[in-house]
């Protein structure tokens, strides 16, 4: 067993996960008197909300995933370590963790703050994930590629009508940002990418279909918000079903249940988009204190998200809930990240006062529907179409890391969805049309 090194008598701080909250807390650091160790299971950053263009082509991996290492090269008091944390000791100030060829390694800590972010939810349904994968990983969304594009493929190759049907039919779960992006980028391509560059097909023709059990899309956003999504999903072609929710589904078909009855629909692809419940850090956590988690289980942190019953334990972001209820989004773990930073460079000075509890500044929601085409509700602005586009674009690639990463993501921008049209990062292999093609085979 390997344990963390340790160097003189300066305080340790470990930061499990290196998501939006834990960088933002390890930069609260910089320049503190104190050792931090940032561990995560992989070795990059990852900026989540752009996920779908990679799973659509648009974007490369590595603009969207910086390597953690450089985020914090300039961090001399900062490590990173790959490896992914099975226990926390609270009693003995001890996380526990495997390394790449499973060695343990245990890390002590003075402080520890734990941001391991959030999963899928399937609603008691964990079977469903195989043949509905979601967006958490770099790997999921290029899963997701392979699979999208993999089903032109073999419809380009069928001589079966049905069977084509099945492979252009795209049903998307969930209504909310992630679910309406990731559909209006299915649209996209299937209208104004693709359309020439099949010989056999049409993929005008693919069925776009987005649902949801909730009465309208973007159920957080300004009801004009959801009627212009609504509105301009519809012109793209989406078929939009909503008050409908799925109640079964395999490797065929997604069995529905709406304001219309029960209906199964014949598709091969169909994207989660829906629900998310807390890592699993939060259970372990939860069970070491004696603290409660909710339905989603995510751990019910003091409102300095500090985690009761353990001294130094800090818990942020997508796994915690706090007693203002606060939505899963970045600017949450992130200004968590860097007031619990704040409160531990207070405590290493010596400060003994209780802070003031956190408080989220909510920046304002926003979501792309197609090439330029968006909504925002910000700053008690409600925009659509280009200003929205632009607004969105703006912010994104504002909070995306390095100079490098931001100019790469515009140009592909600007090439993919304002001239050419063109996806420049739709590299698959056979795996994808594999999957899709010993799903039907196994069904
Ligand atoms: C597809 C998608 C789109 C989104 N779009 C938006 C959006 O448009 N706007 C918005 O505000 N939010 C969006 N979100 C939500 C946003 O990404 C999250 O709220 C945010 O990432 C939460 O930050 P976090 O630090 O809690 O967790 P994360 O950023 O998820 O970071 C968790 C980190 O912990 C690591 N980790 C987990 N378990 C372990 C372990 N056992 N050992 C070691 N490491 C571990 C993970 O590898 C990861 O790096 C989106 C999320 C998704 C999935």
Known sequence: MAESSSTGDRKQVVIVGGGFGGVRAAKALAGADVDVTLV???????????????????????LIAPALRRVVKGQKNTRTLLAEVYDIDVDNRVVRSLGPNAQHIDLPYDYLVVAGGAGHAYFGHDEWAQYAPGMK???DARMLRSQILGSYELAELST?????????TFV???AGPTGVEITGQLAELA????PEEYRSIDTRQAKIILLDAAPSVLPPFDPKLQRYTQRRLEKMGVE???????????????????????????????????????????????KATGTETDRAGRLAVDPDCSVPNAEGVYAIGDMV??????????QVAMQQGTYVGKQIVNRLKGDTTTPAPFKYFDKGSMATIGARQAVADAMGLKLTGWPAYLLWCY????????????LGTLYNWVRSLRYARNRGHRLIDMTGAKAVAEQHEAA
Do not use: C
């Open 137 to 139: 990983s770099i790997e």
């Open 321 to 330: 809930s706090t007693v203002d209820r606060l939505p899963g989004v970045a």
């Open 395 to 406: 912010v994104h690639v504002a909070f995306l890391i390095g100079w490098g990463n931001r």
């Open 160 to 168: 079966d009508d049905k069977e084509r049907e099945a492979l252009l």
């Open 191 to 194: 209208q104004y990418v693709l």
């Open 240 to 286: 939009i079903r909503l008050n409908t929710a799925a109640t079964d589904m395999d490797a065929e078909s997604i069995t529905v249940k709406g304001p219309a009855g029960v209906d199964t629909i014949v598709s091969r692809t169909k994207i989660w988009a829906a629900g998310v419940k807390a890592s699993p850090l939060a259970t372990t956590l939860a």
């Open 40 to 62: 995560d299971r992989t070795n990059h950053h990852l900026f989540q909300p752009l996920l779908y263009q990679v799973a659509t082509g648009i974007l490369s991996p590595g």
């Open 172 to 174: 998307v779960v969930g």
